[in-house]
């Protein structure tokens, strides 16, 4: 895997761009299970089946990759507690909590055009 390195340049930051760093975080956090593991954890802590439990069709490999991802960029943490069996625990880090806001903001636009947007998809297929 190729990691593109952030020096700090604007063009890191223009999504416009094939090759921006932007892009690639862009890319890997804004798919549907890293938005609804996000939205699932809010201001809780949860173990690895709980979130399971709350992000309804997700499988256990989907959400092991999706987890390691979002540690990786920092958007969540996960602790693990030194008992037998091991207690893992999943919640959203600084800017995991910010990006969250931003979901949520997503989430109240889904429910505020949800009938408008099936009318015209009825529309358009029909």
């Keep these: ?4 390195q952030y020096s700090g ?3 890191d930051a223009d999504l416009r761009r094939a090759d ?6 862009f ?7 890293a938005l609804l593991i996000i939205e699932a954890l809010g201001e809780r802590t949860l173990r690895f089946s709980e979130l399971r439990d709350e992000v309804e ?17 920092g958007l969540i943490e996960r602790t693990v507690h030194p008992v037998v069996p091991p207690r893992v625990e999943y ?12 979901i949520d903001g997503l989430c109240d636009w889904t429910h505020r055009y949800l009938g408008h947007i099936e009318a015209s998809r009825h529309r358009f297929d029909g």
């Design 1 to 4: 895997m190729v990691t593109k």
């Design 9 to 11: 340049s604007p063009e």
């Design 20 to 25: 921006s760093l932007a892009r690639e975080i």
């Design 27 to 33: 890319s890997d956090v804004a798919n549907k299970w």
């Design 57 to 73: 069709g997700i499988s256990h490999k989907m959400l092991t990759q999706n987890l390691r991802m979002l540690e990786r960029y």
């Design 91 to 102: 919640a959203l880090t600084e800017p995991g909590q910010a990006l969250r806001v931003t």
